[in-house]
C-alpha cells in the first residue's frame, strides 16, 4: 500500500548547522535531498519514516572542487553537476562514466552521490567506483566531524557507520595512479538496476570493487594481491570466484552475476594492459 504523502513532515533548515541541530533534537528525523529511492518506498508503501529533514537546498553541500591534492565532492552533488565537473573528469573519470549510466535526465538531476551512498544498496553504481578509489567519507553532526574510510563505511545490508544524527558531508578522493575502469551489466545500459557493476584501477597495486555480488559493495583484496604477484589471468578469476558470495533474485542468477564478475575482471584486464 503507497504512503500517505499528506501524513509525512519536512523540516526546512536554513542552513546546515540548523539541519545538523534538527537530525540532533528531532527523534526519527531523516534526511532528504533528491529524493530518488526514497519516492521508491513511498510508491512501495515500505517506508516506516514520517518525519525527513530536507537538505536540497543547502548549496554548501553540494560543493565540488579541490583542496589542496585531494578532489572533494560534496554529498549533494547530482550525476549532473559530476558530468560536468571539471576536477571529476580529470581526476576521477570512471565516476562520470558511473554517473552517465545511471537513470535518465530526470534522475541525474535530481540524484545526488550523498543518497547513493546513504541509500547502501549493494547495486548502487557509484559505489564500486568509490570503492575502487580508496575514498573517505566526511560525516558531520551538531558537535563532530569525522572520517570514515569507504572500505569499511558498510556494516551489513544497507547498513553503515552513520549515526542518526549525522549527515554525510562529502566524500574525499586522494590522487590515483592507474588507469580506470568501470563497467555496468543490467538490462539495460542506464535506466535500469545494476546485476553486476564493476570498478577497478590498474596500479601498481589494483584496486577492484564490485557491486550486487555481497550484501554489500566490496572490495577484492585477495584478487588484487593475485594480480599484483603477476598471476596468471585465468587464476585471478578463480580467486574472484571465491572471494564473491551473489544470490539469486528476481533480477539474476547466482550463477550469472559470478560469470559476468569473472569476464569483467578479464575485460578489465585485457583493456587496461599497456600496447
Same mark, same amino acid.
Request: net charge positive; aromatic share 6%; proline share 5%.
Given at each position: 500500500?503507497?504512503?500517505?504523502?499528506?501524513?509525512?513532515?519536512?523540516?526546512?533548515?536554513?542552513?546546515?548547522?540548523?539541519?545538523?541541530?534538527?537530525?540532533?533534537?528531532?527523534?526519527?528525523?531523516?534526511?532528504?535531498?533528491?529524493?530518488?529511492?526514497?519516492?521508491?518506498?513511498?510508491?512501495?508503501?515500505?517506508?516506516?519514516?514520517?518525519?525527513?529533514?530536507?537538505?536540497?537546498?543547502?548549496?554548501?553541500?553540494?560543493?565540488?572542487?579541490?583542496?589542496?591534492?585531494?578532489?572533494?565532492?560534496? /554529498?549533494?552533488?547530482?550525476?549532473? !553537476?559530476?558530468?560536468?565537473?571539471? =576536477?571529476?573528469?580529470? #581526476? +576521477? *573519470?570512471?565516476?562520470?562514466? $558511473?554517473?552517465?549510466?545511471?537513470?535518465?535526465?530526470?534522475?541525474?538531476?535530481?540524484?545526488?552521490?550523498?543518497?547513493?551512498?546513504?541509500?547502501?544498496?549493494?547495486?548502487?553504481?557509484?559505489?564500486?567506483?568509490?570503492?575502487?578509489?580508496?575514498?573517505?567519507?566526511?560525516?558531520?553532526?551538531?558537535?563532530?566531524?569525522?572520517?570514515?574510510?569507504?572500505?569499511?563505511?558498510?556494516?551489513?545490508?544497507?547498513?553503515?557507520?552513520?549515526?542518526?544524527?549525522?549527515?554525510?558531508?562529502?566524500?574525499?578522493?586522494?590522487?590515483?595512479?592507474?588507469?580506470?575502469?568501470?563497467?555496468?551489466?543490467?538490462?539495460?545500459?542506464?535506466?535500469?538496476?545494476?546485476?553486476?557493476?564493476?570498478?577497478?584501477?590498474? /596500479?601498481?597495486?589494483?584496486?577492484? !570493487?564490485?557491486?550486487?555480488?555481497? =550484501?554489500?559493495?566490496? #572490495? +577484492? *583484496?585477495?584478487?588484487?594481491? $593475485?594480480?599484483?604477484?603477476?598471476?596468471?589471468?585465468?587464476?585471478?578469476?578463480?580467486?574472484?570466484?571465491?572471494?564473491?558470495?551473489?544470490?539469486?533474485?528476481?533480477?539474476?542468477?547466482?550463477?550469472?552475476?559470478?560469470?559476468?564478475?569473472?569476464?569483467?575482471?578479464?575485460?578489465?584486464?585485457?583493456?587496461?594492459?599497456?600496447?
Amino acid at each position: 500500500m503507497r504512503t500517505a504523502i499528506s501524513s509525512l513532515e519536512v523540516l526546512q533548515p536554513r542552513n546546515v548547522t540548523d539541519a545538523l541541530r534538527m537530525l540532533r533534537d528531532e527523534e526519527g528525523a531523516v534526511p532528504l535531498a533528491g529524493a530518488t529511492d526514497l519516492y521508491v518506498s513511498l510508491n512501495f508503501g515500505t517506508l516506516t519514516t514520517r518525519r525527513f529533514v530536507n537538505l536540497w537546498g543547502l548549496r554548501p553541500l553540494g560543493r565540488i572542487g579541490m583542496q589542496g591534492d585531494t578532489l572533494s565532492i560534496g /554529498a549533494l552533488a547530482t550525476y549532473t !553537476a559530476i558530468i560536468r565537473s571539471r =576536477p571529476v573528469q580529470r #581526476r +576521477l *573519470p570512471m565516476l562520470v562514466q $558511473a554517473a552517465r549510466e545511471i537513470g535518465g535526465m530526470q534522475i541525474q538531476n535530481r540524484g545526488t552521490l550523498g543518497g547513493n551512498i546513504a541509500n547502501a544498496s549493494p547495486a548502487g553504481d557509484t559505489l564500486p567506483v568509490l570503492a575502487a578509489a580508496g575514498a573517505v567519507v566526511v560525516l558531520r553532526s551538531a558537535g563532530e566531524e569525522r572520517r570514515v574510510r569507504f572500505a569499511d563505511f558498510y556494516t551489513g545490508y544497507r547498513q553503515s557507520h552513520r549515526r542518526p544524527d549525522e549527515l554525510i558531508a562529502a566524500v574525499e578522493v586522494e590522487p590515483i595512479d592507474g588507469a580506470q575502469w568501470f563497467r555496468k551489466v543490467g538490462t539495460r545500459a542506464a535506466q535500469a538496476i545494476s546485476k553486476v557493476v564493476m570498478a577497478a584501477v590498474r /596500479a601498481p597495486v589494483p584496486r577492484i !570493487a564490485l557491486g550486487s555480488v555481497a =550484501p554489500t559493495v566490496i #572490495r +577484492l *583484496p585477495r584478487t588484487e594481491a $593475485a594480480l599484483e604477484g603477476a598471476a596468471d589471468i585465468e587464476e585471478a578469476v578463480r580467486v574472484l570466484e571465491s572471494e564473491i558470495a551473489p544470490i539469486d533474485d528476481l533480477r539474476s542468477s547466482a550463477a550469472y552475476r559470478r560469470n559476468v564478475a569473472s569476464n569483467l575482471l578479464r575485460r578489465f584486464w585485457t583493456d587496461t594492459t599497456p600496447g
